[in-house]
């Protein structure tokens, strides 16, 4: 199918910013992708900044080149990119206020369980639930749509919605996280809805087949012991995977290890300090190791050459360096891999 739209570019000129990825010029309408930015990093416990991810990304996308490599002609499908939000932006600042008094009242020797900061913790948490309730409901409706949804964050915390929404239009599925954390905690200076949670939750939802959780070097003894009970998770650790490489075993069949742990309809959740800090040295929490940036494509695309079928992804954690407004390295990244994910989400619906 080639879309109206589709006649106005052309993958030679130049991209011209006006609020869509890549300066697109398609309708949600006639758009068979959908970027969902979200705004929110309330509750982030280290550097912030991430809730600036969705507008530093899109304002960065236009330098990318429309074309791509695995996907032909791939700027005449049709990608949309909703606004983002300014309510749900507003309210994020005005709760990350009272999130810093409350981490750094634990900080000077408080506990969470303290009863003099129950009030200001039960406001950030409804906000959180309000917050995933409303992820939940935006997406529901794009995906009974048909649109193949890219949820942009915000921190980590933000696409549990969605992935609620997904298993309501697909059915069971599978997870592929790439992530230097593995985000099991229950909750995590008191907020329930924290980066450093997202996947306890999703655990908890009916039908996640199996979470495979890729590049984790930064975890607590606790996480350890619920991926260990838990049959569904698997983890390749960066440590696991670099000794293999370093022993010669090459990349393509690591992927492939990674690939048989996955069902046929799979979620990714691209957490960007999956990465190597090179590619997001301002994200919230870096920790050296991870990913190369070809390495997390690479996999990707041998998720898609086994014939699996990507339902939607999140990527989360870009955040623009906050003392350099210039600086857009972050999120020339951040937009190379959404749009990468997108375009290999394409690829790989059944025809
Ligand atoms: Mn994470």
Known sequence: ?????ADLIDPDDISRPNGQFLGFPYSLEESQIVFFPVPWDATTSYGAGTAQGPQAIIDASVQLEPTDFHVPQVWKIGHHTIAPNEKIRAKNDKMRQLAKQIIAYQEAGGTCQDKQIQPDLEVINNASENLNQWVYEQTSALLQQNKLMGLIGGDHSVPLGLMKAL?????????????????LRKAYEGFTYSHASIMNHVIQLPRISNL??????????????????????????????????YQGYIWQDQCQD???CLPNQVYISFDVDGLSPEFCPNTGTP???GLDFNQALYLIEMLVKSGKQIIGFDL???????????DEWDANVGARVAYKLANLMFASQPS
């Open 1 to 5: 199918m080639t879309l109206l739209s």
């Open 167 to 183: 298993i309501n239009q697909y059915g069971e599925y599978g997870i592929l996280q790439i992530d230097a954390h593995a985000d």
């Open 212 to 245: 495979v959780q890729v590049g984790l070097r930064d975890f607590s003894q606790g996480e350890i012991e619920t991926a260990k009970a838990d049959k569904r998770i698997f983890w390749f650790t960066d440590w696991k995977l670099k000794e293999k490489a």
């Open 258 to 260: 990674i690939v048989a």
């Open 287 to 289: 920790v050296p190791g």
């Open 316 to 326: 989360c954690e870009v955040s623009p360096n906050p003392n350099n407004s210039n």
